[in-house]
């Protein structure tokens, strides 16, 4: 969809635990034992932890009965006081009347052990209860990071052909609060990627066209790209995989598509060499012109002018285990033709779909027919041990007066309707158990990007942050719940991001385990 030299312009021709107990979870109310001096008022201590029987721990010198009702935790001196029980401050809680706490009297008859062996226990009995009530604190906060939303499935485009982007920095706590961890770039910036170091994002980074003759012929350039480009961020920065060219194929520079497979080659011997074979990929991205037939998608073929350069590069693939990129935008075959192909269909919205004669599979999408399309033509020339992923797909939000369907409802629509198939793991009709993987365009409006109004309205935000609007998960045809991506809820430049939550866990951890370890001494 985009290099850093050009544009889409070129391509618009293409398409039961257990129950838990009442007692297993309660608060407790503890009265401190009157004594000499007596206190003035009931000491009232809460506590949230899980325990099932026992005693409280106090004090040394202080020490406390307890019993169970239906509820709660009442301490009491005497079994006779019970029922006796004063005004309740908290909806689990009833405490002792504070004069009940004033009168007591404590009988050395009824101190068996002598002091120096209930000193002992009560002080073992507080380090077991601090321990639990410091893990009873500590476990809310970090079950409170574990429920927020899991992981978005797509992944994102992260294009920069803009003068008014926002700091990467900023990117990457925005990506952050959406729970996107998958990105590609155009390029290999080194600031982007040293500012979602320890992030856990993955990144698909790029090699320009400009850059493929000269890797090509020299092997030695190649190896130096990936040690500077690449080695100097990992681990820190998940770099998973390298895309050689982009689009090269459907250009009209032979030398450039000649050189398009020895370049990719020669990468692959530099990640090797390098020692990053087993984290680091190499591919590269085609538009979805390199098909010449692509419906029924059982009788996908690529173009034959093609075959020279695709055939050697599909073995490349099939050797090195690596993907089959496609960019496939559905939009332009709705602008090309707004008369015969139908919205819903494009849109993921209910329609009644198409059928492939020769498999009798029924499509109700065509980004689904087109990967099943690319499948078809693979197989055809004897790959069927090639996975395909979309490294781009997107709708425009705007566009000029003869860009058909480019409106932010449609925008929504196709974002919103995809994002939900993906979280949903749906394959295509042709390999329904292999979930589609996919990268959707974009992350921004890009406003340097040249051609028509669409090629700068592709983004899902504008750069000062904002939503170019909400995606609705729950949109169309496709029944079900999933996690929502809702970009309004999106802070990019606000303190009380996930980030910070996750921190103060990680902070309260780091502070709580020593005391633990004190505690259990």
């Known amino acids: 969809m985009q290099s850093q030299n050009t544009s889409k312009a070129a391509n618009n021709r293409r398409e039961g635990s257990e129950e838990s107990k009442p007692w297993e979870r309660t608060s407790y109310a503890v009265t401190r034992r009157a004594g000499p001096p007596p206190p003035t008022s009931a000491e009232i201590f809460f506590f949230s932890t899980s325990v099932k029987h026992g005693r409280l721990p106090s004090p040394v010198g202080t020490p406390y009965t307890q019993y169970k009702s239906d509820r709660i935790l009442v301490a009491r001196a005497d079994p006779e006081e019970r029922g006796r029980g004063g005004r ?10 504070v004069s009940a706490a ?5 009988k050395k008859s009824e101190r068996p ?3 120096g062996e209930r000193e002992g226990e009560a002080q073992m009995e507080l380090r077991a209860c601090a321990s639990s009530l410091l893990l009873g604190l500590l476990f809310p906060v970090l079950f409170s990071v574990d429920v927020l939303s899991a992981a978005q499935k797509f992944g994102i485009n992260y294009g920069q052909i803009a003068n008014n982007l926002p700091d990467p920095m900023q990117v990457a706590g925005l990506l952050r609060s959406l729970n996107v961890n998958k990105v590609k770039l155009y390029d290999a910036d080194p600031k982007v990627l040293t500012s979602f170091a320890n992030t856990g994002v993955e990144f698909i980074i790029a090699i320009g066209n400009e850059n493929l003759q000269s890797m090509a012929g020299n092997p030695g350039a190649a190896r130096q790209w990936v040690s500077q480009h690449v080695q100097p961020f990992l681990p820190a920065t998940r770099i998973t995989c390298i895309t050689v060219g982009n689009e090269v194929l459907s250009g009209n520079d032979t030398g450039m598509m000649a050189s398009l497979l020895p370049a990719m080659k020669a ?5 090797g060499d390098l020692g990053l074979g087993g984290q680091v990929t190499v591919s590269s991205a085609h538009s979805v012109n390199v098909l010449a037939t692509s419906f029924p998608p059982s009788s996908g073929a690529f173009r034959e002018d093609l075959a020279q350069y695709i055939q050697p590069l599909l073995d490349f693939h099939g050797q090195t285990n690596s993907p089959f990129l496609i960019n496939a935008y559905p939009f332009f075959a709705y602008k090309a033709s707004p008369g015969s192909v139908s919205l819903p269909y494009v849109l993921f919205e209910p329609n009644p779909g198409v059928r492939d004669p020769n498999t009798n599979l029924s499509y109700d999408n065509m980004l689904y027919a087109q990967i099943d399309a690319v499948y078809a033509a693979m197989k055809a020339m004897g790959h069927t041990d090639v996975g395909v992923r979309i490294s781009e797909t997107g709708w425009p939000s705007k566009g000029d007066e003869d860009e058909a369907g480019a409106t932010v409802e ?7 309707n995809l994002m939900q198939r993906i979280a949903m793991n749906q394959g295509t009709p042709l390999k329904p158990d292999v979930p589609i993987d996919v990268f959707v365009f974009a992350l921004f409006n890009e406003d340097m990007k040249p051609g028509p109004t669409s090629e700068r309205n592709y983004g899902l935000f504008y750069p000062n942050g904002s939503p170019v609007y909400a995606i609705n998960t729950g949109a169309g045809g496709v029944s079900g719940r999933t996690g929502p991506f809702d970009p309004y809820s999106a802070q990019m430049f606000s303190s009380a991001s996930r980030l910070a939550v996750r921190t103060a866990s990680l902070t309260l951890l780091l502070l709580v385990m020593p005391l633990l370890s004190a505690f259990s001494c």
């Open 410 to 416: 449609n925008a929504a629509a196709y974002n919103g």
């Open 113 to 115: 052990r002598e002091e």
């Open 102 to 106: 004033r009168n007591r009297t404590e």
């Open 267 to 271: 990468i692959y011997a530099a990640v």
């Open 88 to 97: 309740c401050i908290n909806a689990n809680v009833t405490t002792l009347p």
